[in-house]
């Protein structure tokens, strides 16, 4: 089913769940406007944000620009994180009260093992060299240097 339209009719459950899936969609007002609409008491969310907080992180989103963008030539639906903001005015414009609670992370990860499954991405594009060059350019410009986990948001809305 498409989070766009969800076939169930207004107010069909009491409590409706987003986990890690509102960045790959382009239109995410449009599959929040669609929970608000099916649910009758709370629209609960739970997305990674980011935080540009350390070194790590910083890099962290340099990657995720990278894979991004294989990831768009590939026609795999994935977008920049939400900011945070973005989703709590979000809610508030549609008169609805939010909770938020922000999980940090500061786990650091391996550039390799960040990138694992880069080359399935880069082997589906008609420039899997170019993809590929790109990413050693990346690893030579960290020089070594480590990611980081991203964080989580978790957001409660309530409907009055």
């Given at each position: 089913m ?33 929970m ?15 935080d ?8 962290s989103i ?11 030539e ?21 008169k ?29 594009s ?35």
């Amino acid at each position: 089913m498409d989070g766009r339209d969800i076939q169930y009719p207004d107010d069909s459950f009491d409590m409706v769940v987003e986990q890690y899936s509102l960045h790959h969609v382009l239109e995410w007002e449009k599959v929040l406007d669609e929970m608000i609409r099916v649910s009758s008491k709370h629209v609960l969310i739970q997305e990674p944000i980011d935080d540009p907080r350390s070194e790590e992180k910083r890099n962290s989103i340099r990657a995720q620009e990278l894979y991004l963008e294989v990831q768009k030539e590939v026609g795999y639906s994935h977008y920049r994180h939400l900011p945070l903001d973005s989703l709590v005015r979000y809610f508030k414009s549609k008169k609805i009260s939010v909770e938020r609670q922000i999980i940090k992370s500061d786990k650091l990860i391996d550039f390799d093992d960040y990138f694992g499954s880069f080359d399935v991405f880069a082997e589906k594009s008609r420039r899997k060299e170019y993809w590929l060059k790109r990413l050693d350019t990346l690893r030579r410009e960290l020089a070594g240097k480590r990611l980081c986990d991203d964080d989580i948001v978790f957001i409660a809305a309530e409907k009055k």
